[in-house]
């Protein structure tokens, strides 16, 4: 499992002033799309800006899938598109 947050023109710019950006979710996929635990398809582009905030709906699902309290801390990021470029 991995954790995954994207990019999208709203939550960039509000990176930009400091607001909040895209939720972290959880992913099973092992390439640079897929679907997370909730059940939406991420993008080729994702990183940075994220919240911190893990949604709730994938949250939950790990949590039947019997995941251990604190799992996520120790999980790697999807990496993004610019990140792969370099």
């Known amino acids: ?3 995954v947050a994207w990019c999208n023109v709203w939550n960039e710019a ?3 002033h400091g607001d909040a950006g895209s ?7 092992e390439t640079l799309e897929g679907t997370t635990l909730c059940g939406r398809k991420f ?8 919240t911190g905030r ?4 994938c949250s939950a ?5 019997e ?7 120790t ?6 598109i610019d990140e792969i470029e370099k």
């Open 67 to 73: 995941m251990p309290v604190g799992f996520s801390r």
């Open 75 to 80: 999980l790697e990021w999807v990496p993004s």
């Open 23 to 29: 939720l972290v979710h959880f992913t099973e996929s």
């Open 43 to 50: 993008p080729a582009h994702k990183g940075t800006p994220w």
């Open 14 to 16: 509000a990176a930009l």
């Open 54 to 57: 893990i949604c709730k709906k």
């Open 1 to 3: 499992m991995k954790k």
């Open 61 to 65: 699902t790990a949590r039947r899938k």
